[in-house]
């Protein structure tokens, strides 16, 4: 049988239905095409596909599973390495990891290796009827900082060796940016709400609404609560900003606050405790994934107008390809090649009783060409002189990136940190203090779920190590 050049397309609802509601855009693949997908793979011995897998999922394997239809066989092969299928399904990256290294991709499309993982975990999780059953106790207690990507998989994995194992979460809900972050329309938090209790079942405690740094010091941990050892994967949730005129109106979100509100907060209802700006036209600052959640969030919330304005080309745009495409699709308007200047402001100095003093009224933006290559080989965005224009816009949100919040570097003795705030490790996710490991954006910065996930991964293994004496 000749094998199908291209990769199935992925079911979605309509671009201009979806972009009124916050149901999932993707729909999923169904049996039929999942079992189609399946055969595209080539099976091939040096697995290369694995190579490009931060948390080493054996894709052939579980492909070769899902061409038989065998498809809770499929799942227990994903969940031996990896904590969160359905979540990686849906957010990772695959097309510049797993899928970059498919042996198919060299003449034609890659399998859709993320969007059978994604088929097998939603079967998975709606057919199976056993919950999963908390090994024998090693002896042992570990506490995990933050229920992020990172914290979720290092708990899970020690879990499953026996650990006592309790998670710290200073938000109510544990999921990490998973719930805070990641809008309902492309990860749907009953998926994450259901991994989350996946792992309880594995005698994983998690305590919400404490904040390791304040309600709890890392040292308290080992003094006065008996943990053996502690994973720092608190992320990076301290916003970045432009320093720019105007940055203080009413009206500028950063874009973790933003999404924060909307995702996490509800503020998309009629009647929020943490209000939002719903309607009008905003303007959103950056390139990355967390712009295109953003302006799509700000759609929904029933913006008339969303620009993206973004100082590279579309050839530098940061933000997967597929996001790109679905905002363009629900009409987006990016603004490439330019960077805002100042944020412009109502002010009426006759009444300074007016509600919309220092409210947003636009963005000023200046054009960009592209000049030499940076230190990262993008060519660096240089001003065009004299070419400032303004966009009349009601709202700004900054999505230019994250940095890990200072909290536990200040409240934690001897605890190694670099100039941009990230926790130093070594090569074991060991930090300069013994027994306290750390991995995921508290010690990279913003990066992908997949990469805390190894990040978790690898200190779990090293925290073993450790503890058992090995």
């Known amino acids: 049988m000749a094998l199908d050049p291209k990769k199935h397309e ?11 509601n916050f149901d999932e855009v993707a729909l999923g693949y169904t049996e039929e095409i999942a079992l189609a997908e399946a055969q595209r793979c080539l099976n091939c011995k040096n697995k290369p596909c694995v190579q490009g897998c931060p948390v080493n999922v054996n894709i052939p394997d579980f492909i070769m599973k899902a061409r038989e239809g065998d498809w809770e066989g499929a799942y227990k092969i994903i969940n031996e390495t990896s904590t969160l299928p359905a979540v990686c399904g849906r957010v990772c990256p695959q097309e510049t990891q797993c899928e970059a ?6 003449k034609f499309e890659p399998v859709g290796i993320g969007r059978l993982e994604r088929f097998v975990a ?19 207690k570990v506490a995990v900082v933050g229920s992020g990507p990172s914290g979720l998989t290092c708990a899970g994995d020690l879990a499953k060796k026996g650990y006592k194992v309790s998670v710290f979460e200073a938000l109510h809900t544990a999921g990490g940016v998973l719930v805070y972050g990641i809008p309902e329309f492309r990860l749907p938090k009953d998926i994450v709400a259901r991994e989350v209790e996946g792992l309880k079942d594995l005698g994983v405690d998690i305590e919400t609404n404490v904040i390791i740094g304040k309600t709890l010091t890392v040292d308290e941990l080992f003094d006065e609560m008996g943990f053996e050892a502690v994973f720092i994967g608190s992320g990076a949730g301290l916003p970045s900003f432009m320093n720019i005129p105007g940055e203080s109106l009413k009206g500028v979100y950063s874009a973790n606050e933003y999404l924060t509100r909307s995702n996490l907060m509800k503020a998309f209802r009629d009647d929020p405790k943490t209000p939002i700006m719903k309607g009008g036209k905003v303007a959103v600052v950056g390139g990355g994934n967390v712009a295109m959640d953003a302006a799509r969030t700000a759609l929904r919330l029933g913006a008339e107008k969303v620009y993206i304005v973004y100082r590279r080309s579309m050839e530098e745009l940061p933000a997967r390809a597929e996001e790109v495409e679905h905002a363009k699709e629900e ?18 100095p006759d009444d300074p009783r007016d ?42 949100i900054m999505a230019i990136g994250t940095s890990p919040n200072p909290l536990i570097k200040n409240t934690t003795k001897g605890l190694e940190v670099n100039k941009r705030g990230g926790i130093v490790v070594n090569e074991d996710g060991l930090t300069s203090r013994e027994a306290v490991y750390a991995g995921g954006d508290a010690v990279t910065g913003a990066a992908t779920v997949i990469s805390a996930m190894g990040a978790g991964k690898l200190a779990a293994a090293s925290i073993d190590e450790y503890l058992s004496g090995k």
């Open 355 to 396: 509600p919309k003093n220092g409210c947003v009224t636009g963005i000023r933006c200046i054009k960009m060409e592209l000049g030499e290559p940076d230190a990262s080989g993008r060519r660096r965005p240089v001003p065009i002189e004299g070419s400032e224009f303004e966009l009349d816009v009601d709202a700004v």
């Open 101 to 106: 290294k498919c042996t198919m991709g060299v």
């Open 331 to 348: 009409g987006i308007d990016f603004r490439l090649l330019n960077n805002p200047v100042e944020i412009l402001g109502y002010n009426n």
């Open 122 to 140: 939603d079967w998975h999780n709606e057919h199976a009827q056993e919950k999963a059953v908390a090994p024998k106790s090693n002896g042992h």
């Open 10 to 20: 992925m079911p979605a609802q309509d671009p201009q239905a979806r972009a009124h």
